[in-house]
């Protein structure tokens, strides 16, 4: 029985991975401005696509060790993309396109939907452009995915910049709700080992509170960790939600 459970477990995880092709490993040496950097591989100096616009200030250090993928694209400028980070011992995620594609995949076989759901993308409601659109039976949900890679203190925390487009897209399910319809945030947390996450209130306390009226709202809000490795990821485990004013400081 185990080792059947072991083997539809692993099967699982197979179908939700997210696999990166043609990765390699390489070392950060600086990062000259939000979309670029500049990494060592293979004893050659190359310039690299910085495929988030954080800050990372806490990942991105000189001489930590990275992945990157070789882009198919020969016409580009960049060769590569910059994928993830070694933090201390494990792997973090910074790709800030994966979170939609890591949740999408997740979403059906997570229970919170039935067999028959349709899942939209990118669907715009009022003035905001939500990530994902579900319709199952007499249920209209609307799905907003924010990626996070900032850790202190084995607590994740978001954002790590101000977002005014994600106070608006907060504001955004608030009013989702008061029209008849569900609501949901998803913060995908690209690693393992957090106790729980938090809004950052030193770096955004708009967006902390926002975040607290929305789910006194009754916007629901989920956060999950990732398995991630240089060149894969998937959504893991639930991950507790705190939002308490001033707890991050």
């Known amino acids: 029985m185990i080792r059947r459970d072991l083997a539809e477990e692993e099967k699982k995880c197979q179908e939700i991975k997210m696999q990166y092709q043609n990765v390699q490993r390489a070392v950060f040496l600086s ?3 939000r979309f670029v950097a500049r990494i060592k591989l293979d004893g050659q100096e190359e310039i690299c696509h910085v ?15 990275i992945s990157v993928q070789r882009s198919a694209n020969l016409d580009r400028k960049t060769k590569f993309d910059l994928i993830a980070v070694r933090k201390k011992d494990q792997w973090v995620n910074i790709d800030s396109q994966i979170p939609n594609r890591v949740v ?14 349709v899942i939209r993308r990118e669907k ?13 039976g007499d249920r ?3 799905i907003e995915i924010k990626g996070v890679t900032l850790e202190e203190e084995h607590a994740a925390r978001f954002p790590d910049a101000p977002t005014l487009r994600g106070v608006k897209h907060l504001e955004e399910l608030i009013r989702c709700m008061e029209d008849g319809y569900e609501a949901c945030l998803i913060f995908v947390i690209q690693m393992k080992g ?3 996450l938090e809004p950052n209130w030193d770096t955004h306390p708009e967006f902390a509170r926002t975040l607290k009226k929305a789910k006194e709202a009754g916007v629901r809000i989920l956060a999950y960790d990732c398995q991630v490795g240089e060149d894969y990821i998937w959504m893991d485990q639930p991950v507790p939600v705190v939002i308490q004013e001033g707890r991050s400081r």
């Open 194 to 196: 957090v106790r729980h």
């Open 51 to 65: 495929k988030n616009t954080g800050r990372c200030r806490e990942l991105l250090i000189p001489g930590s060790e």
């Open 31 to 33: 990062r000259p401005n």
């Open 140 to 142: 209209k949900v609307y």
């Open 104 to 117: 999408e995949e997740w979403i059906k076989g997570s229970g919170l939907f039935s067999s028959e759901a």
């Open 124 to 136: 715009t409601y009022k003035s905001s452009r939500f990530d994902l659109y579900v319709e199952d």
